[in-house]
């Protein structure tokens, strides 16, 4: 399973954006995709999560109402819409494969190369 995220950059602090992960390969095996993210020096961070039949989401609560998880099951495509972007959200955001709907780490097999996003004005 290969994944690549995409879609991060600069942005202005109230400013939003949409990160991409596609996914290639044995996918079948992987039933739920992940979004994480790490700044520096803190350890990484679960943000949110879906299943690939979209029947099911899990957010942290940290990020509940700015933070939107999405899927196109056609295109093996996960999205992870940003909203109301502050200067703390600058960090690397990685996406991830396993099995378990989960915000552990470890619950996650594969992992992207992860997008930098920089919030700064």
């Known amino acids: 399973v290969q994944l690549q995220a995409s879609g991060g950059g600069l942005v202005q602090p109230g400013g939003s954006l949409r990160l991409s992960c596609a996914v290639s390969g044995r996918t079948v095996s992987y039933t739920i995709m992940g979004w994480f993210r790490q700044a520096p020096e803190k350890e990484r961070e679960f943000l949110a999560a879906?299943?690939?039949?979209?029947?099911?989401?899990y957010y942290a609560d940290s990020v509940k109402g700015r933070f939107t998880i999405s899927r196109d099951a056609a295109k093996r495509t996960v999205y992870l819409h940003i909203n109301s972007l502050q200067p703390e959200d600058t960090a690397v955001y990685y996406c991830a494969a396993g099995n378990r709907l989960s915000g552990i780490v470890s619950s996650y097999e594969y992992w992207g190369q992860g997008t930098l996003v920089t919030v700064s004005s």
């Open positions: 879906i299943r690939w039949s979209g029947d099911s989401t």
